[in-house]
């Protein structure tokens, strides 16, 4: 199924799918539990986290090794659950936007980073009211959220005009195909039963060429690409050439 084609439990006009939004606010205790539901994205974190880093680096002239590498960038990150990325934006120094449609992981998020003495600006909202309003982000995070979305053409609609002229996205979700069913779903959900079994749908995958066509449509030209691999030996995962599975991409407003 392309992208264009995706249907979902919504309303026209919207890019919520609330059976989606049930699923993670009924697990979203969980967010912050290292060895919870959500293990697989802490461990996958330092890697989105990299690849955000290079990419601002480049485009913005910062060193990706300082601490404060996005100091003075406005980063908006939607779907942002129980901010498990949104907190290591605020630490390298952006001012951050955290959105979700769940007001439960809202919750999560803003009493976590309460506790850490982070300031940032969360928010129970959808990418097509943030748009309406007129925001507008140096940096546009879409991570792990394009799969879960009920229509995939509006969010990117939506999510592009946020993004100022010359600024940055960064996409990443799984590959629509065989293998990503085995690994990610079969295996993942079914036998290692590392994610709740339903939160991946094969149809809602997107592959790299739909997604990368989307926001060329959309005034963004792909600036980077990589697979993620997990190696099960080491336990981590690490950049890789192959995109069968997970890949992350990036976009910049021109």
């Known amino acids: 199924m392309s992208a264009a084609a995706q249907t979902s439990a919504a ?3 919207t890019t919520v799918d609330q059976d989606e939004i049930a699923h993670f606010s009924a697990i979203a205790s969980e967010w912050w539990a290292p060895n919870g539901k959500f293990a697989p994205l802490h461990r996958l974190n330092p890697i989105r986290i990299g690849f955000i880093k290079d990419e601002a680096a480049k485009l913005f002239g910062r ?4 601490p404060k590498a996005l100091n003075g960038l406005r980063v908006l990150d939607i779907g942002c659950g129980g901010g498990l990325l949104s907190e290591p934006m605020a630490r390298l120094g952006a001012t951050v936007v955290g959105a979700d449609a769940s007001e439960t992981n809202i919750g999560v998020a803003s009493l976590h980073a309460s506790e850490a ?3 940032i600006d969360y928010r129970a909202t959808t990418a097509e009211a943030l748009s309406a309003a007129g ?3 140096d940096i546009v995070l879409a991570m792990e959220i394009v799969e879960h979305v009920a ?3 509006l969010f990117i609609r939506e999510t592009s005009a946020m993004v100022k002229p010359g600024g940055l996205m960064v996409l990443s979700t ?3 195909t065989p293998k990503a069913w085995a690994l990610a779903i079969f295996g993942a959900e079914c036998v290692l039963r590392w994610l709740p079994r ?3 749908t094969y149809e809602k995958l997107v592959r790299p060429s739909e997604l990368a066509k ?3 449509e959309n005034g963004l030209d792909l600036s980077a690409e990589t697979g993620v691999v997990y190696n099960p030996l080491r336990d981590r995962w690490s950049p890789s050439s192959d995109m069968d599975v997970n890949y992350m991409i990036s976009g910049v407003r021109r």
Not at 63 to 66: A, E, F, L, T, Y
């Open 151 to 153: 229509d995939l053409p």
């Open 174 to 176: 799984i590959n629509r």
């Open 63 to 66: 060193d990706s090794r300082d």
């Open 214 to 216: 989307a926001l060329s």
């Open 11 to 13: 309303a026209p006009g």
């Open 135 to 137: 925001e507008q982000f």
């Open 117 to 119: 003495g982070l300031d």
């Open 198 to 200: 339903g939160t991946h």
